[in-house]
């Protein structure tokens, strides 16, 4: 079994700051790869906002860039989005997604239930 939980989402002012955290944990998990937060606006597709490989490589979309900062730590298999200049275009659901691989060798994406984001004009 493998659990990934987010936490941190809440409501901020326009202009504010807010950092999300992903843990994923469970027995099965031998080494977890790429991490990544996703985020889904009521009406609109799920996107992606940034992800990291186990190496540290990182990707943004280009509405984060300069604004949002993915990092990990890889012994603790956790991921954190620190959000600054946020927006009300910002506001969404966002959801953390993790590669795993397992000691029996197979490698699957887990999601986390999503932290709300909300920030007012």
């Known amino acids: 079994q493998v659990q990934v939980v987010e936490s941190g989402g809440g409501l901020v002012q326009a202009g504010g700051s807010l950092r999300l955290s992903c843990v994923a944990s469970?027995?099965?998990?031998?080494?977890?790869?790429?991490m990544g937060w996703y985020r889904q606006a009521p009406g609109k597709q799920r996107e992606l906002v940034a992800s990291?490989?186990?190496?540290?490589?990182?990707n943004y979309a280009d509405s984060v860039k300069g604004r949002f900062t993915i990092s990990r730590d890889n012994a603790k298999n956790t991921v954190w989005l620190q959000m600054n200049s946020l927006n009300p275009e910002d506001t969404a659901v966002y959801l953390c997604?993790?590669?795993?691989?397992?000691?029996?060798?197979?490698?699957?994406?887990?999601w986390g239930q999503g932290t709300q984001v909300t920030v007012s004009s």
């Open positions: 990291i490989t186990s190496s540290d490589s990182t």
């Open positions: 997604n993790a590669n795993v691989r397992t000691y029996v060798g197979r490698t699957l994406e887990y």
């Open positions: 469970g027995s099965s998990i031998f080494n977890v790869n790429a």
